[in-house]
């Protein structure tokens, strides 16, 4: 009884796999005529663009302008007096005068920046200084 049933799940006669595995190899191949085109058509445009750079005209030469060119004449300008009197090249000195701040030169105050009134701080507002 098992033996019938299980008769009646036997494979009919099918396709070969391994003739089928063959022609399914076949299809996924690329054909031989589709690098042979794209190779012609890489070939053409290179000849192309060759025979383009080699037999294109020659660029129009530009005729030179005559161009007026104002030169400016150098001025002579005095030499500023040093602000502190040079002291040798082979002394001490030159290292001194910038260590030392009663040798610097003064610097003047410029009027007009800081307003007249005190400057303001954190409780100006608690005092009523600003407006």
Known sequence: ??????????????????????????????????????????????????????????????????????VPVPVPVPEAAPLYPQPEPTSIGPFRVRDDPDRWPSAEPVAGIAPPSPPLTPLAARRGELD
């Open 1 to 70: 009884m098992t033996a019938d049933r299980l008769a009646r799940f036997t494979p009919a006669a099918g396709p070969d796999p391994a003739d089928l595995l063959f022609q399914m190899g076949r299809a996924s191949a690329p054909t031989r005529l589709r690098w042979k085109l794209a190779v012609s058509g890489l070939l053409l445009t290179n000849a192309l663009a060759l025979g383009w750079i080699a037999l294109r005209p020659d660029p129009p030469v530009p005729v030179p302008e005559a161009v007026t060119v104002i």
